[in-house]
């Protein structure tokens, strides 16, 4: 092991290098371009022996990752926002194709307007495609969560792609102290991908064939199975990864002083680290508030969340992204799993942060705040300017 | 041949390997060569030309037609130099 | 007996789901016969996607990968550095697309794979339309055939716009090699394929595929057709070797290309004019084809 003090962008290339991917593709985009610039100086100075095949567009990159990964290579990309938007149709055919490739995206708002910062619209918009979808809040949890990922996406049991994200600048630019697994530890947690892939040289075989209505959603439900198994699988991997390196970042739903809590929020990515400083403050001043970090949003923990939702009178849910027409994407999810919760929690949706704003310790308290003095269920745009209120439209 | 019914019959990759040949297309055609050996001159051409490999050469050198797959489009009458190939209607 | 003149070894199986009469099944029949059994094969949404059968069979003793309609370069480029990574050194990497896949939406991704130099073969089969959806114009309809979305009718003589030369674009990009092919000369098709398979780097052949229910006429006539297409010096047979054009096919004196459109139910709208424009534009572009040849 080793420390350095790099970027979560130059954690997720370390970690690419670590794994020793055969085959990298990608195309730049700010703010993801600085881990693939890093990945072209491991390959180019030989300390990763990886093909990097340089394409023309985001969607040639996935696509080169999804052949690649046929033949039995393990593969990496990373993109952002309108990349991940153009990679669209892919992204269903890299899960529909079990191809377990492993792609870093940097949270990046979406055009128009053009805007480079934070925002979780890019992949939250993607959660009906079948990848696995990580959220962490600091480089070290980048790092390990990409190594991770490698490793739940081979997985027999599994055999999806999965998507390592980072909050845009907050924590793709941002230097931290990260420890660094050494080789020998990696490869002990990480083997050496099988060369059985989907299709083999010299033998008989079609990857992608045409089906009719009598088994097209069959094959559905193998993915939809697989997604499901992750759960049990990741449990066993992450629990693996402790024990090589003595770091666990919580599972799908890691709770912060939630026991007693009158109101609990729910973020995701950095805002994390920032709410969870603010629950200090407002314990401190009496108030008893917990967090709950929404860490995989896929597969979404309804289990974990249904079991909060029995134990709070009150959940609010930062959603760092809105659903046009409904309401934020976690939020919404979040209130299908606690449904049945015998004490019907009050639920708040907060869409915050939106292209780069700044969420601010103050901020999150005064979300909380929020929260435990809503005496109704309610979608606000926290921090919205304006003059005029307007008649809200959910659920009136 | 596997029979593929339920999810338990599925590959877990989508991957199709059986081949084609269980798939008899021969229901397609209206037409069918009827090749005359006494005019054959074995010169292999309507076996190069069929789209749907459904000429083979017989040990004798002979084209034999596969009924089970032949589609009936009538390249191997139309390109028979020695005109030894007739397209027959199916009843 | 004859000997065969092209190799005996099929990749090819029957049971499969082209049209009668399809030439798209003889490039891919011929194509396998000239690599062989290492062909790491791709192919995007078109005619083949649907030939090659449903689940869980398929037509081919190759593997086969399919991949988006837009992406079979970049889909090339993956199965070339897998294998490369994964030690397997004999594959031979094949592209095998339409001419919609190839020339519209398809050509991002073959510009991106010829200018990185994947190592592979990408074969356009040219049934000049938007078969496999039923006859829908592409960038590589010829100029005045009826297609669906190109109609004959009083504001509209079929597509108003020329070929699309993708030849031409490919050449703009210095493959290592490039070649016209038609499955009416099988031997000259075998040939290059096999001169294709000797080179590295990026490679491209153009295949002539006629398609009868897409161009109209009956399926009998399609290797009769293809011939014509080439004798009238409509479609050349030529190869551009690292550089070198080399002219693979010609005859004494050309046949007229009235007699090639005429055999087509797309084309039956022409009047004597367009028939003639037609003419001079084959024959301009022969005569470039022999200055090209000339300068070699």
């Known amino acids: 092991m080793s420390e350095a003090v790099i970027s979560g962008n130059y954690a997720q290339s370390y970690a690419a290098k670590l794994a020793r991917v055969h085959v990298v593709s990608a195309y730049p985009i700010t703010p993801q371009t600085s881990i693939v610039e890093k990945i072209a100086d491991f390959v180019a100075s030989g300390e990763l022996p990886a093909q990097y095949v340089k394409v023309e567009s985001e969607h040639s990159a996935l696509q080169v990752c999804i052949s690649a990964a046929a033949l039995g290579a393990r593969t990496y990309t990373a993109t952002s926002s309108q990349g991940l938007l153009l990679m669209h149709e892919l992204l269903h055919w890299a899960a529909g194709a079990r191809a377990p490739i492993v792609m870093g995206v940097v949270n990046r708002a979406v055009a128009p307007p053009w805007s480079l910062m934070t925002d979780h619209t890019d992949s939250i918009s993607q959660r009906d495609t079948g990848w696995i979808q990580f959220y962490p809040e600091s480089n070290q949890e980048v790092l390990d969560t990409t190594l991770i990922a490698f490793r739940l996406a081979e997985h027999p049991d599994v055999r999806l792609p999965v998507m390592v994200t980072e909050d845009a600048f907050f924590l793709s630019h941002t230097v931290e102290r990260v420890d660094i697994p050494s080789p020998a530890c990696v490869d002990a947690f990480l083997p050496s991908r099988s060369r059985e892939g989907a299709v083999r040289l010299g033998a008989r075989g079609r990857l992608g064939s045409f089906t009719g209505p009598d088994l097209y959603m069959e094959f559905r439900y193998t993915v939809a199975r697989a997604m499901d198994r992750a759960r049990g699988v990741l449990e066993d991997v992450e629990a693996a990864y402790e024990r090589a390196t003595g770091r666990h970042h919580g599972g799908a739903l890691p709770t912060y002083r939630v026991d007693d809590a009158d109101a609990v929020l729910v973020t995701m990515g950095t805002a994390t680290s920032t709410a969870r400083a603010a629950i200090d403050a407002m314990r401190a001043r009496g108030k008893k508030v917990g967090l709950a970090k929404l860490r995989v949003f896929r597969p979404f923990p309804a289990r974990e969340v249904a079991e909060l939702a029995s134990r709070v009178d009150r959940i609010g849910v930062l959603d760092r992204s809105f659903t046009f027409g409904a309401a934020g994407a976690a939020f919404t999810e979040i209130a299908a799993a606690a449904h049945d919760a015998a004490s019907k929690p009050i639920l708040r949706d907060y869409i915050a942060g939106l292209g780069g704003r700044d969420l601010a310790p103050s901020d999150l308290d005064g979300i909380v705040s929020r929260l435990l003095k809503a005496d109704a269920s309610g979608i606000e745009w926290y921090g919205l300017k304006r003059r005029r209120a307007e008649v809200s439209s959910w659920p009136a | ?91 | 007996m004859a000997r065969l003149t092209i190799p005996a070894e099929e990749y090819l199986r029957a049971g499969h789901s082209a049209c009668p009469g399809c030439a798209a099944t003889l490039v891919m029949r011929y194509l396998l016969k000239g690599l062989g059994p290492r062909v790491l094969l791709t192919v995007p949404a078109s005619c083949w996607t649907v030939i090659a059968t449903p689940f869980p069979t398929t037509a081919l003793d190759v593997p086969m990968v399919d991949c988006a309609f837009e992406a079979t370069g970049a889909s090339m480029s993956g199965l070339r550095a897998a294998a490369d990574a994964l030690g397997l050194a004999d594959a031979i990497v094949v592209g095998f697309a339409g001419d919609g896949g190839t020339s519209d939406i398809g050509l991002q991704a073959l510009s991106g794979m010829l200018e990185r130099r994947t190592d592979g073969i990408y074969v356009m089969y040219d049934n000049e339309a938007y078969m496999n959806t039923g006859i829908q114009r592409s960038g590589s309809t010829p100029q005045a055939a009826w297609t669906t979305t190109t109609p004959v009718a009083a504001g509209s003589r079929g597509k108003a716009e020329p070929k699309k030369d993708i030849m031409g674009i490919v050449d703009a990009h210095r493959p290592a090699y490039a070649a016209t092919v038609n499955v009416a000369f099988p031997e000259d098709f075998v040939k290059k394929v096999e001169t294709a398979r000797e080179r590295s780097g990026p490679r491209f052949l153009h295949a002539l595929s006629p398609c009868p229910p897409g161009w109209r006429f009956p399926p009998e006539k399609t290797i009769a057709l293809g011939r014509l297409a080439t004798d009238t010096n409509l479609f050349p047979l030529y190869e551009v070797d690292e550089g070198r054009c080399r002219i693979t096919r010609k005859l004494g004196r050309a046949r007229p290309v009235q007699e090639y459109l005429e055999a087509q139910g797309r084309f039956s709208h022409l009047t004597p004019e367009e028939t003639r424009s037609i003419q001079a534009d084959v024959d301009a572009r022969w005569a470039r084809l022999l200055a090209r040849e000339a300068q070699s």
């Open chain 2, 1 to 91: 041949m596997t029979r593929y019914e339920t999810v338990e019959d599925l590959p877990e990759v989508p991957v199709a390997e059986e081949p084609s040949e269980s798939i008899r297309t021969a229901g397609w055609r209206t037409f069918r060569p009827v090749i005359d050996r006494g005019k054959c001159t074995k010169c292999n051409v309507c076996w190069k030309f069929c789209p749907d490999v459904a000429i083979a050469i017989g040990e004798d050198g002979y084209p034999v037609v596969r009924l089970d797959y032949c589609k009936g489009c009538g390249i191997c009458a139309e390109e028979c130099r020695p005109l030894a190939i007739e397209m027959v209607q199916e009843e």
